[in-house]
């Protein structure tokens, strides 16, 4: 779970498909579980676009397609709306993914993601197509995201991006900390909110 | 600069993280089976007790079965997530309303109902529904299971402040015409993510004349448009809705309060991020045809020639073509209820469609209420007896086809009209087709056993 983040370096699985929901991402029948069993969870990761409805596995589909591999998921806009749970993000980082590129995130979700070490990295319009177009021509080519200094890189053409997140967030994830830790730590604060506004 | 959601928010400021999120502190946090037991498993982990227990409620409602309710749950994955709350609830010392217990039901009906949200609050809730709430005047919003634990250790979470929005809808609702309808129109106009990043405050005449239960339903669907919450300045309505529930304030605790709730509205200066204005000329009953909410049309309307990416899929998934009508066609499935239309409102306008007459022979209703409350004003108010002389019987309190986690499932390949959030692929069951729709649609499907304009049986 808690992991350090610095600079990743992998090639990507692309799903250009726009306004992808969390009940695609990890479906209602799986939200069972008592434990965060990642693996379970990132086993059922698009459950129903991974398999046809026989159980038998959908080739047509990219995580079943051995061109693609990689630690980097590249999205169409708006990935992750619908529904809160968290059991989307735990899907993902079971999976193996670190990264999720898109243009656009759900606000949900983008949080679920980053509270499990994975970083939702938003980058331009431009910048997401082109990239759809780079791995479509060469399945190995590598994205390069870059924590500390905020940049995504497309390797095979060079491009690069600053991508934003606050200093706060970047701290926890590159030190491995999360916000619980913070909180707890914080409580005097939360009392003497409590004091005031009684 | 000077809205209601600044002045919530604002108050319940703990800290301000230099380049960082806010330190929200949370007035109440709602827990369900499904989306707490990791957030408990967390605190267990860490050695930790719940910071404010007395202001965290629990209860399922996802899982529950809609039926003999009263014996062992069937599934035994279901009734472990069920039973996992109760032990958890008991060990962390939280109130927690069991299946079968008179406080039980829908998560956000029941906050309301008891009067547990009170206008000015911070509520959250593993929840992306949890907006509901947002209709009492409070600052309302989903979270993750690592939030909800934050929750638990420290009555706070950590939140980025989001941007504000008001949409102001003008005008006078048409015969027919509900706070449903209203919502679909809206994501319809905004798509799935013209409100992300924004908190929504809903004003205008037609927001005004809402009863709470509309208001409930509108304020429910913000998420729908992706906003992370929506909510509407109390009012008398709101008031007088609350006025008595077991939690309101009492005696001159209630008047204080009144004194404070009448203050909770944006300033005549306020600015907003962005304003949007609507007229109530434009919406008629609506449906859904495709795969996301964002997704619908008037009912008389044809569905669209062309969308987005996605669009194709989308059509092909519900078996619709573009350029199609759908008046006339033919309903499996009716599911009138969840945390959108679960209420007294949505059984009553059910109820005044089918009286005197039919459920269609070939269509399957389903009819849950969100909570025992509402089942009991049912009863009450003698809808029971209109419903099953209807051909309807009432099921027991649940999110049920909401999102099929329990046996209510819409087998694959049947269309369902639903009262609920979600037509996602899947949502009601794998292969189900859902088109989303209002009380009043929903009873024009099960009696006439096609998609019907409800305004014709008025």
Same mark, same amino acid.
Request: glycine letters at 14%; aromatic letters at 4%; hydrophobic letters at 25%.
């Given at each position: 779970m808690k992991q350090k983040f610095n600079i990743i370096t992998s090639t990507c699985v692309p799903?250009?498909?726009?306004?992808?929901d969390t009940d695609q991402i990890i479906?209602?029948?799986?939200?069972?579980?008592?434990?965060?069993?990642e693996k379970f969870f990132g086993d059922n990761l698009f459950r129903d676009w991974r398999y046809?409805?026989?159980?038998?596995?959908?080739?047509?589909?990219v995580l079943n397609n051995p061109t693609y591999s990689g630690c980097i998921l590249v999205a169409g806009k708006?990935?992750?709306?619908?529904?809160?749970?968290e059991h989307a993000a735990w899907a993902i980082a079971g999976y193996g993914f670190r990264v999720v590129i898109s243009s656009f995130f759900a606000d949900i979700h983008k949080n679920n993601e980053l509270n499990n070490f994975v970083l939702p990295v938003v980058v331009s319009e431009t910048f997401l197509s082109e990239l759809f177009d780079t791995i479509a021509k060469d399945p190995k080519m590598e994205v390069e995201v870059d924590l500390p200094r905020q940049m995504v890189t497309n390797k095979a053409t060079g491009r690069s991006e600053h991508f934003d997140i606050n200093g706060y967030k970047k701290h926890c994830l590159m030190q491995g900390l999360d916000d619980i830790d913070f909180l707890v730590q914080n409580k005097d604060k939360t009392e003497a909110w409590e004091q005031a506004n009684k | 600069m000077n809205t209601l959601f600044d002045k919530i928010w604002d108050q319940h400021v703990v800290q301000q993280i230099p380049d960082g999120p806010t330190q929200l502190y949370i007035d109440r946090l709602y827990c369900h089976e499904v989306t707490s037991p990791q957030a408990f498993d967390g605190m267990r982990a860490r050695g930790l007790k719940c910071?404010?227990?007395?202001q965290i409620f629990c209860m399922p409602d996802h899982?529950?079965?809609?039926?003999?309710?009263? +014996?062992?749950? $069937? =599934?035994p994955v279901s009734k472990k997530q069920v039973d996992t709350l109760a032990k958890n609830a008991a060990e962390f010392g939280l109130t927690h309303y069991g299946m079968?217990? +008179?406080?039980?039901?829908i998560i956000h009906v029941v906050g309301p109902e008891k009067g547990l949200?009170?206008?000015?609050m911070t509520i959250v809730c593993g =929840?992306?529904?949890?907006? %509901?709430?947002? !209709?009492?005047?409070t600052v309302a919003f989903g979270i993750g299971t690592s939030e909800v634990e934050m929750v638990m250790a420290s009555q706070c979470i950590l939140q980025q402040k989001p941007k504000s929005m008001r949409i102001t809808i003008n005008g006078t609702l048409g015969k027919g015409v509900t706070a449903k309808d209203v919502a679909l129109y809206l994501m319809a106009q905004l798509?799935?993510?013209?409100?992300?990043g924004y908190f929504v405050e809903y004003a205008g005449p037609v927001v005004k004349a809402l009863s709470m239960e509309g208001r409930l339903t509108l304020c429910n669907l913000s998420i729908e448009m992706g906003a992370r919450g929506g909510f509407i300045a109390p009012d008398e309505t709101t008031f007088d809705y609350i +006025?008595?529930? $077991?939690?309101a304030p009492k005696g001159e605790a209630w008047d204080k309060a009144v004194a404070y709730w009448k203050t909770l509205k944006s300033g005549d200066d306020a600015v907003f991020d962005k304003e949007l204005c609507f007229d109530a !000329?434009?919406? $008629?009953?609506r449906i859904t045809?495709?795969?996301?909410?964002?997704?619908?049309?008037?009912? %008389?309307e044809t569905i669209p020639t062309e969308g987005g990416v996605g669009f194709e899929k989308s059509l092909n998934y519900m078996q619709f073509k573009s350029?199609?009508?759908?008046?006339?066609t033919k309903v499996d499935y009716v599911f009138l209820g969840a945390c959108?239309?679960?209420?007294i409102e949505d059984f009553r306008a059910f109820a005044s469609l089918v009286k005197g007459r039919h459920k269609a022979d070939d269509v399957v209703a389903w009819l849950v209420p969100g909570s025992w409350a509402v089942d009991k004003q049912i009863r009450e108010e003698g809808l029971d007896k209109v419903l099953a002389e209807a051909g309807f019987e009432i099921r027991q309190p649940g999110?049920?086809?909401?999102? !099929?986690?329990?046996?209510d499932k819409i087998p694959a390949g049947k269309l369902s009209v639903s009262t609920s959030n979600r037509n996602f692929e899947?949502?009601?069951?794998?292969g189900a087709r859902t088109i989303l729709a209002s009380p009043l649609t929903a009873a024009a499907a099960a009696v006439t056993g096609v998609i019907t304009d409800p305004r014709t049986l008025l």
């Open positions: 799903l250009p498909l726009e306004n992808v479906p209602a029948r799986f939200l069972k579980a008592t434990t965060r069993e046809n409805a026989d159980g038998t596995l959908n080739e047509s589909f708006n990935f992750g709306s619908g529904s809160s749970r | 910071f404010r227990p007395q899982n529950t079965p809609t039926h003999d309710q009263d +014996k062992p749950i $069937e =599934d079968m217990s +008179k406080d039980n039901g949200s009170l206008p000015g =929840d992306s529904h949890t907006s %509901t709430h947002g !209709a009492m005047g798509t799935t993510s013209g409100a992300t +006025k008595g529930r $077991e939690y !000329a434009d919406i $008629e009953p045809y495709g795969s996301n909410p964002g997704m619908g049309i008037g009912i %008389t350029g199609q009508q759908l008046l006339g959108t239309n679960g209420r999110c049920s086809a909401c999102l !099929a986690m329990n046996d899947g949502r009601q069951g794998p």
